[in-house]
């Protein structure tokens, strides 16, 4: 499956924002006259290391016969995803 973004911001080391359509799967519907929610990965330095903070927003411009069910696949999905990245930046090589 291909996932269609639209970089908004790059900071290098600080930043990354992009738009995008979430949860749009079925390849039958064409998810472009939709609004997009906007995804900023923030680093900030911490204590002990670096933090990473993950904001999404926009569910509420979502259709409403989607919102939910939009909401619910990237929550679980973003839960996945910070896993991964916990597990990728604790392994040591």
């Known amino acids: 499956m291909t996932m269609a973004i639209d970089v908004v911001e790059v900071s290098p080391e600080q930043r990354l924002s992009y738009r995008w359509h979430p949860y749009a799967i079925d390849p039958n519907v064409d998810y472009s006259s939709e609004p997009t929610t906007l995804v900023t990965l923030t680093l900030e330095e911490a204590t002990d ?45």
Do not use: C, Y
């Open 49 to 93: 290391g670096t933090q990473l903070k993950i904001v999404e927003s926009g569910f509420d411009q979502i259709p409403l016969h989607r919102r939910d069910e939009a909401f619910r696949m990237n929550d679980s999905g973003w839960a996945a995803q910070t896993k991964n990245i916990e597990r990728h930046v604790t392994t040591s090589d």
